[in-house]
């Protein structure tokens, strides 16, 4: 067995001071003492999948992170660390508890997951190795995992068997819970023909978005909008990891005072809603999320999605976004954005538009890793430069 602060002394001193995931009881040492310690970060994630979102923010705005979970929650993470991290290449350790490892009798549900662990990693290749049990073997499974998350530019796993750290007190900070936040529907009840293209929301966008802000574009169409009107340094287009976009907003608005602005679609938001209970919990001032409801999955030939039964601004208010704006015109959501451009948020904006694309509809053609680079270099130039 190891301190659990001599593990995080070790990982500070090689700058991992990021840390998000959903906790497990293998791991409660290491989480109850990355809560407990000043030095470090500790984001909650409702689940494993948007931990590593968080995670791909947090690294883009120039952290170096760690996501923590349980084996059974690997699954939940296949597709960000196969559409997110791959493609984009975007490293992070992970520590992934090993539940159910052969010849350690452990609960039934993590029979099968705890056979496949090491395999599974390796179909993902994703680099791995067991989590330290001695203090010697710290700082080269760190080390290791470093030279290679810097020579490929991708994930590397340290698998943690039960009884690897000695038993930690938790000290944490009661949650402050956030008022309702302010709610405002000023939609006009517009049929589907009259109400605005995406296309005209995102030129909208465009238009009111400051120099210096950090811009996500979700997957499918509405990055693909947003490149074919103007591809900028400080866009984000989001291919794969559907529902992960406000995820990542969240992780960079956490770690930089640039505006952050996430370009969000219904069938995604909809994929991951517990991203709006962590966005309304940490409460970034500088998040804006701006969520293009459509109704339909356009990419893939516009079946319907559910979110006319939905009020996402009510949502977004019941988890504490400061505001939460609804509207079906283009008046409305341009004085939104305004509004919240100049005041401390995070702010949801819900616009219902018409489904469709622009005839026109080119493709980004900066690969995954190019946008990445140029976005995380956008992202970390001198602070100074940012206007306040």
Not at 3 to 12: H, I, N
Not at 82 to 104: A, C, D, E, Y
Not at 277 to 297: C, E, M, Y
Not at 348 to 367: D, Y
Request: aromatic share 6%; net charge neutral; hydrophobic share 45%.
């Amino acid at each position: 067995m190891i301190q659990a602060e001599a593990f995080l002394k070790a990982a500070c001193e090689r700058s991992f001071d990021f840390y998000t995931g959903v906790p497990c009881s293998f791991l409660t040492p290491l989480i109850n003492r990355v809560i407990s310690d000043q030095g470090t970060t500790y984001v909650g994630a409702t689940s494993e999948g948007e931990a590593v979102a968080i995670a791909a923010g947090a690294w883009l705005a120039g952290r170096e992170t760690v996501v923590m979970c349980q084996n059974s929650g690997l699954g939940n993470t296949v597709n960000p660390l196969t559409s997110l991290n791959w493609p984009f290449r975007i490293p992070t350790l992970l520590i992934v508890t090993w539940r159910g490892q052969p010849g350690h009798p452990d609960e039934p549900q993590h029979a099968l997951m705890g056979q496949m662990t090491p395999a599974l990693l390796d179909l993902m290749r994703i680099p791995n190795r067991l989590f330290p049990v001695t203090a010697a073997e710290i700082a080269p499974a760190l080390d290791g995992a470093r030279a290679a998350m810097e020579r490929y530019g991708l994930p590397f796993a340290l698998l943690m068997a039960q009884g690897s750290v000695v038993a930690e007190a938790l000290e944490e900070t009661p949650l402050t819970v956030p008022p309702p936040g302010e709610v405002v529907d000023i939609c006009c009840g517009h049929a589907l023909s009259q109400r605005p293209t995406r296309a005209a929301a995102l030129a909208c966008v465009l238009a009111l978005v400051p120099d210096e802000a950090a811009v996500f574009a979700t997957t499918g169409k509405c990055g693909r909008e947003l490149f074919t009107l103007s591809d900028r340094a400080q866009h984000f287009y989001q291919v794969g990891s559907m529902g992960g976009a406000s995820a990542l907003g969240l992780g960079v608005a956490l770690n930089t005072r640039r505006p952050v602005i996430v370009l969000d679609g219904d069938g995604a938001a909809l994929m991951k809603m517990g991203n709006m209970a962590t966005i309304g919990a940490k409460a970034p001032r500088n998040l804006i999320h701006i969520l293009l409801d459509n109704g339909v999955h356009d990419s893939t030939g516009g079946q319907a999605t559910v979110s006319a039964n939905v009020s996402f601004a009510r949502m977004a208010g019941g988890c504490g976004y400061t505001t939460a704006t609804a509207t079906d015109e283009l008046t409305g959501f341009e004085t939104a954005v305004q509004q919240a451009l100049t005041r401390p948020g995070p702010h949801m904006i819900h616009l219902r538009l018409q489904p469709g694309s622009m005839t026109r509809l080119g493709r980004p053609t900066v690969k995954p890793a190019a946008v990445a680079q140029r976005f995380k270099d956008f992202l970390t130039r001198a602070e100074e430069e940012v206007r306040p």
